[in-house]
């Protein structure tokens, strides 16, 4: 099980963190994604961190902004958005799988229920 938190209203130029609890055995063996879907629009990746935590992978449009990050205390993985856009206004999903190719094309095993970001400019 995910469970995301953190997010809510910020404005344009702020930040924010998310944050995503996994209930799930074997933790450590897992890499932890971040996808968001805006309104109208199909759910898209926006971060990747493998399951040793040592590789990392952005979206062109968050590369430089937004951080992944995770700890195995407590079996968490963090999204830090920094400079938000308007843009980035979507409903924000973790996501896990044991491939680090599925993490990477959305096809994972394992989603959250989203936590909503909303930028106002």
């Known amino acids: 099980q995910l469970v995301e938190s953190g997010g809510g209203v910020v404005q344009a130029g702020g930040s924010l963190r998310l944050s995503c609890a996994a209930s799930?055995?074997?933790?450590?063996?897992?890499?932890m994604g971040w996808f968001r879907q805006a309104p109208g629009k199909e759910r898209e990746f926006v971060a990747a961190?493998?399951?040793?935590?040592?590789?990392?992978y952005y979206a062109a449009s968050v590369k430089g902004r937004f951080f992944i990050s995770r700890t195995a205390v407590q079996n968490m993985v963090y999204l830090q958005m920094t400079a938000v856009k308007p843009e980035d206004t979507a409903i924000y999903y973790c996501?896990?799988?044991?491939?680090?190719?599925?993490?990477?094309?959305?096809?994972?095993?394992?989603w959250g229920r989203g936590a909503q970001v909303i930028v106002s400019s």
């Open positions: 961190i493998d399951w040793r935590g040592t590789n990392t």
């Open positions: 996501a896990a799988d044991s491939s680090w190719g599925r993490i990477l094309t959305g096809m994972n095993e394992s």
């Open positions: 799930i055995p074997g933790f450590t063996d897992y890499n």
